[in-house]
Structure formats: structure tokens, C-alpha cells
């Protein structure tokens, strides 16, 4: 699925729609695209349609930032920084991915291997003066949410 985001408020918006989508059992989004496509604004617009209400900084240097919201918990990871997937090991990553959380992933290609296959993948890139974004679904769950969003 293809989607024009013509400024921020769209990208926040599809973030906010995604998140209305989330199924209630653990879900995984990748976020791809590069420096600046809009994935941390994505997640502001996620995290907030979930009851979060202040900052969401990219967790760019603790990889992950945790967050306790009143149905869920939501990771939101930012792995642009990890030099060797391995440290994913030292993360203790399959906690993360246990708990029927929502974990999103920014610069989930450097993790490899080590990251499981996501129910979704969101690829950002510039177009125009907006943003372009490419979900493809990988999970029969991730193929619900695709359907939903269509409409
Ligand atoms: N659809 C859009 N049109 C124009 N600007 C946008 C759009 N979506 C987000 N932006 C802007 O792009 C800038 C960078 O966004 P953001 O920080 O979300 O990118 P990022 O992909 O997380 O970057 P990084 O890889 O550095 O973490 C922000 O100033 C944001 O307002
Ligand atoms: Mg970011």
C-alpha cells in the first residue's frame, strides 16, 4: 500500500491510524527510510492516539524507550546506532517481544537476523515537499490492519 503524506499532520495521522489498528496480541512495525523520512514522527502520532501526552525523543543512544500507556506497552526502539546486531542479544530483546507490547523499530535493517519478521513494515521516503510511505504487511494480522487502513 501507497500513501502521500503531504506535511507532518498527515504522517502523525497515519501513525494515530495504525495505532486504532493495533490488534490486542503482540504486534511489530519496522519503520524504514532515511534520515529524517518521518518515522520518530510517526510514532509521536502512535504513541499519542495511545494516551502518551508528553516528548517522544528518539532513543538514538539507549536504542529503546519504554513506555506504559493504559491498555499497552509500547517499545519504541531506534537502532541506527547499533554497530553489530549482536548487542540485540544484550537487550534481552524476546522480553520485549513476549508481553503482547507493540514494539516499533526504527532502522529495524540494522538489527538483521536478530529481529523477528515484523506484522508490518513501513518504508518512509521523500516526495515532494511531503513524505511518501510503503507498508507492506507480513503477518495475517499485519494483512488485517492493511485492510482496515484501506478503507
Ligand atoms: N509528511 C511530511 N511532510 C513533510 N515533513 C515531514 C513529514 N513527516 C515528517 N516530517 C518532518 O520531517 C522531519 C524529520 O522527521 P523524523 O524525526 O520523524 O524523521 P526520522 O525518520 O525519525 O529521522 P531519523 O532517521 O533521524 O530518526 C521533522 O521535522 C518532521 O516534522
Ligand atoms: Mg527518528
Same mark, same amino acid.
Given at each position: ?31 524504514? =527510510? ?8 510517526? /510514532? ?17 543512544? /539507549? ?9 499497552? /506497552? ?36 540494522? =538489527? ?10 513501513? /518504508? ?28
Amino acid at each position: 500500500m501507497n500513501i502521500h503524506l503531504a506535511n507532518e499532520i498527515a504522517t502523525l495521522r497515519l501513525g494515530e491510524q495504525i495505532a486504532q489498528l493495533c490488534p490486542p496480541q503482540q504486534f511489530t512495525i519496522h519503520l524504514e =527510510g532515511e534520515l529524517g523520512a518521518g518515522k520518530t514522527t510517526l /510514532t509521536r502520532g502512535f504513541l499519542h492516539q495511545l494516551g502518551h501526552q508528553g516528548n517522544v525523543k528518539s532513543p538514538t543512544y /539507549t536504542l529503546v524507550e519504554r513506555y506504559d500507556l493504559s491498555d499497552r /506497552t509500547v517499545f519504541h526502539f531506534d537502532l541506527y546506532r547499533l554497530t553489530d546486531p549482536e548487542e540485540l542479544d544484550f537487550l534481552g530483546l524476546d522480553d520485549y517481544l513476549s508481553q503482547n507490547s507493540i514494539c516499533l523499530i526504527e532502522w529495524a535493517s540494522q =538489527g538483521g537476523e536478530y529481529l523477528p519478521q515484523p506484522d508490518i513494515s513501513i /518504508t518512509l521516503s521523500y516526495q515532494n515537499n511531503g513524505r511518501q510511505a510503503i507498508i507492506s504487511a507480513l503477518s495475517n494480522e499485519g494483512k488485517q490492519l492493511c485492510e482496515q487502513l484501506h478503507k
